[in-house]
């Protein structure tokens, strides 16, 4: 019972955290680009890959904290589902150029994330 409570509480405030970075996102960025679902995804990824790297190479920590953190709050930060339903959108309405624009950014930046996440918990 208690590993779904961590990934109860750590999904709520991943949703709560994703919902209130796509409201500040679209407020300063405009509505043209799904900007939140980016920066979500990006931010997601550089979190698992920290999180994870220092808690299976560096630190011994309690298995809820992982269910809590990747799992939940991860899960529910990361959002690739709006991320494929809104590249739909945009290739819906024929725009195939920042469709492909979305989908990159998204792949590459995920990756880099990641890949930037793990290097900086390696040095710690």
Do not use: H, K, Q
Not at 90 to 108: F, K
């Amino acid at each position: 019972m208690l590993r779904i409570i961590a990934v109860a509480v750590g999904g709520s405030i991943g949703a709560t955290a994703r919902y209130l970075v796509s409201l500040w996102a679209s407020e300063r960025f405009g509505a043209d680009f799904p900007y939140g679902t980016l920066i979500v995804n990006v931010a997601g990824c550089f979190i698992i890959g920290i999180f994870m790297t220092l808690t299976t190479e560096r630190f011994i920590v309690n298995p809820y904290w992982r269910l809590l953190v990747t799992v939940g709050f991860v899960g529910g930060l990361t959002t690739f589902s709006s991320f494929s339903y809104e590249t739909f959108r945009v290739l819906e309405d024929s725009n195939v150029i920042i469709a492909l624009y979305n989908i990159g950014l998204n792949l590459l930046l995920g990756f880099a994330a990641t890949w930037i996440g793990i290097g900086v918990a390696r040095l710690v």
